[in-house]
């Protein structure tokens, strides 16, 4: 296959559906190439009891409100797969599934995009792919017999009845899966510093404007307050607050070997182990755009707001604050997302397009 579009999006989750509908919006010409055979991005793939941090009213795209969630507590993860199917739909996106990119170069005039199945010619590209593809996972000394799987792999309590289980990290992941398993395996809680807890009272839209009034500050020239790090790690949503407050999460130092029978601390101290759960973070899924040589020491692009600084016609859009406040969070992409259409547009001189107006904001 060989076609071409003012804009190319990678990556259909979240970040790439609100690039879509902002580049709507502009007028641009564009196609969504997307891995996965289903709607709902990474949301679609972890754990059976994960849940957003804030109410429906504060996790949505833009253009259209998500759904109030019908049962108990803030949206599940399901919730959140039903709604971004549904606005894929609603403002009819051009999306093609089961296309993975592979690589992005530059051809002078423009840049063309290789996926497994053929190639697109595009005067500009957004990068949307996230992180969830990219897990991390540390080094440690020794050769541990158990079960070792990362926070991606992590589904229930129900596949850990009874076992011995390590849960490594301090952040909200670890927070989360060590309190799920509560009650349903023995777990120890790992982390490399004292877990560090939000305010109680702070949610998904507190971050978000924590996050916005940082990145305002750092573009004054202000002294970086350290934004919504400079709080804490972990969110104390529900289940966190309640296996914390029942004791449940005490930490323990971070471990400097993983023996056949389990960690083993440098004061000698041992613990048998069935299991080793990592949840030691992500890194950005960007090796589809190692031909262009754009990538820091530190892994990320260098950007300014989301244009890649050594190449213009390409955005980062969704990876993390370094291209936008909040930005790989659902209320807070579709700001970023904004800029780079506006950014694209003004790039490509504003030319007609063929896709469609935005449907009618107010259609339910």
Not at 124 to 139: D, E, H, K
Not at 277 to 282: E, L
Request: net charge negative; with cysteine; charged share 20%.
């Amino acid at each position: 296959m060989n076609d071409s579009a003012q804009v190319v999006v990678i990556g259909g989750g979240q970040a790439g559906l609100a690039a879509g509908y902002h580049l709507r919006r502009a007028g641009l010409d564009f196609t969504i190439l997307d891995a996965q055979p289903t709607p709902g991005g990474a949301w679609s793939h972890g754990w059976n009891s994960l849940r957003l941090f804030s109410p429906a009213r504060h996790s949505s795209l833009p253009g259209w409100p998500m759904p109030v969630h019908p049962g108990e507590g803030h949206p599940t993860a399901e919730h959140v797969v039903d709604y971004l199917t549904a606005y894929e739909k609603r403002y009819d996106l051009p999306i093609h599934r089961g296309e993975t990119v592979t690589a992005v170069e530059s051809t002078g005039d423009g840049l063309l995009v290789t996926s497994d199945s053929g190639q697109w010619h595009a005067g500009a590209v957004i990068s949307a792919t996230g992180t969830w593809w990219r897990p991390f996972l540390p080094t440690v000394p020794g050769a541990f017999a158990g079960r070792q799987l990362h926070a991606v792999d992590y589904r229930s309590p129900g596949d850990f009845a009874d076992q011995r289980v390590v849960v490594v990290g301090g952040g909200n992941s670890g927070a989360q899966i060590a309190a799920d398993l509560t009650g349903a395996a023995h777990v120890t809680w790992v982390t490399r510093r004292p877990p560090r807890y939000l305010p109680d009272d702070i949610d998904g839209r507190a971050l978000f404007d924590i996050a916005t009034r940082r990145r305002h500050a750092l573009d004054r020239g202000e002294e970086d307050t350290a934004g919504v790090g400079g709080l804490g790690d972990i969110v104390a949503v529900p289940p966190v607050r309640a296996a914390r407050d029942q004791g449940h999460l005490t930490p323990h130092p971070m471990f400097t070997r993983l023996d056949p029978d389990g960690p083993v601390w440098a004061d000698g101290h041992r613990a048998h182990a069935d299991t080793v759960i990592w949840c030691t973070g992500f890194r950005p899924a960007l090796t589809h755009l190692a031909p262009l040589r754009l990538r820091a020491a530190d892994g990320t692009v260098p950007t300014d707001g989301t244009r890649a600084r050594g190449e213009p016609r390409l955005h980062l859009l969704g990876y993390g604050d370094w291209t936008g406040p909040a930005s790989a969070t659902l209320i807070g992409v579709g700001r970023t997302a904004r800029d780079a259409a506006a950014d694209i547009s003004d790039l490509l001189g504003g030319e007609p397009h063929h896709g469609g107006a935005v449907p009618d904001q107010r259609r339910t």
